[in-house]
């Protein structure tokens, strides 16, 4: 069994069209992981996760599921971020997002949060990630669209900004001269519309589509570790098994 979680980065009607056996949840929060590896999942590929209002994944469920032998793969947000911080304890990374948290480029959680609406509304983004403005912008530097000097700058206006706050209008909004001369405000509106980059929802698609041809995921080390059972987790164990666990 194949279970993917997932939400404002990719929709998931589009996993079930890539992958019509696999089963697709919501965001993954804390415990959910654990249900995962109760459910029978082989593979659990972790897109995106919640954060805010629920607790998010722990690292010692993802550890435990591995120590069961599940696949655990990470991609594009909470997977990236995840996948990079136990990486050498056998979580997969996929996808550019991964990488550059791997390779330390990116650090900081806020990379790749966005707000967006509930479920009911298929998690719709109503947010831009922070990582899919800095590639946006590395390419319209590079098209010579703007300038290094003002790349650099609309790159700082969008970190300093919380979260919710992170749209191309509101940047491009607080981009005053000399940030921008209105000639050069007006020409990247209008090529934000068509070649603004989505990596986070490019990296998904490129897991999924890797799924789709057969690729069978293993362990990304062949390094053994020792699960340490703590008291931190039996509690965890025992409020999502409802029960004190045997084992």
């Not at 069994?1 to 980065?9: A, D, L, N, Q």
């Not at 010692?60 to 991609?75: C, D, M, N, Q, Y």
């Not at 594009?76 to 990374?93: N, P, Q, T, V």
Request: aromatic share 8%; hydrophobic share 45%.
């Amino acid at each position: 069994m194949t279970i993917i979680f997932v939400g404002p980065t990719l929709p998931a009607r589009v996993c079930r069209e890539m992958l019509p056996e696999a089963t697709v949840l919501p965001p993954a929060a804390c415990g959910d992981i654990y249900r995962a590896w109760q459910r029978g999942a082989r593979t659990v590929v972790l897109v995106d996760g919640s954060f805010d209002h629920r607790l998010a994944v722990w690292h010692k469920e993802i550890l435990w599921a591995i120590s069961r032998g599940v696949a655990i793969i990470g991609t594009s947000s909470m997977g990236a971020l995840r996948a990079a911080e136990l990486h050498d304890f056998g979580m997969i990374g996929h996808g550019r997002v991964f990488q550059w948290f791997r390779e330390e480029a990116l650090e900081d959680d806020d990379e790749v949060a966005v707000a967006h609406e509930p479920g009911e509304r298929d998690y719709r983004p109503s947010s831009e990630a922070l990582v899919n403005i800095r590639v946006t912008l590395a390419l319209a530097r590079n098209e010579q669209i703007v300038s290094a000097t003002a790349a650099e700058a609309l790159g700082t206006i969008a970190k300093r900004l919380f979260y919710p706050e992170r749209t191309y209008p509101e940047i491009l909004r607080r981009a005053a001269p000399p940030v921008l001369a209105p000639v050069d405000h007006e020409r990247l509106t209008g090529w934000l519309r068509i070649n603004a980059i989505d990596q986070k929802r490019a990296d998904a698609v490129g897991l999924l589509a890797q799924l789709r041809k057969g690729w069978k995921p293993e362990a990304s080390s062949a390094t053994s570790f020792h699960f340490e059972y703590t008291e931190a987790w039996h509690a965890l164990r025992t409020r999502l098994d409802g029960r004190a666990p045997s084992t």
